[in-house]
Nanobody, 125 residues
Framework: DVQLVESGGGSVQVGGSLNLSCIAT?????????MAWFRQSPGEEREGIAG???????IYADSVKGRFTISKDNAKNTVNLMMNTLKPEDTAMYHC???????????????????WGQGTQVTVS
């Protein structure tokens, strides 16, 4: 089992930056888990934006590629999302998610993830 808590959200101007953090509490090694960041706006589907697999594989949604960077720190049980050049369309609730899968697994599909945090709100205006 994994408990996830996100932080770092807030209000920022267009073109600004934010760094989101997600800390995991688990009885297993954090390196066991594949991690991802998702976001959801009211009335919209949950969108996978960045994923980090156990082997170090990283994937991004086209909507954030080149602007967002995911980083996983197994020693600190954290996964961060550095967001630069923020746009109004980046406004959403941001969630981190975890799943224990094989070494080559990495995904941006919500249905692939077993554990979710409550989210942190990001507003860009």
């Amino acid at each position: 089992d994994v408990q996830l808590v996100e932080s770092g959200g807030g209000s920022v101007q267009v073109g600004g930056s934010l760094n989101l953090s997600c800390i995991a509490t688990t009885g297993y090694s954090f390196s066991t888990y594949c991690m991802a960041w998702f976001r959801q706006s009211p009335g919209e589907e949950r969108e996978g934006i960045a994923g980090s697999g156990k082997s170090g594989a990283i994937i991004y949604a086209d909507s954030v590629k080149g602007r967002f960077t995911i980083s996983k720190d197994n020693a600190k049980n954290t996964v961060n999302l550095m967001m630069n050049t923020l746009k109004p369309e980046d406004t959403a609730m941001y969630h981190c998610a975890a799943v224990a899968r094989g070494r080559t697994f990495v995904s941006l599909l919500p249905s692939h993830y077993a554990y979710w945090g409550q989210g942190t709100q990001v507003t860009v205006s």
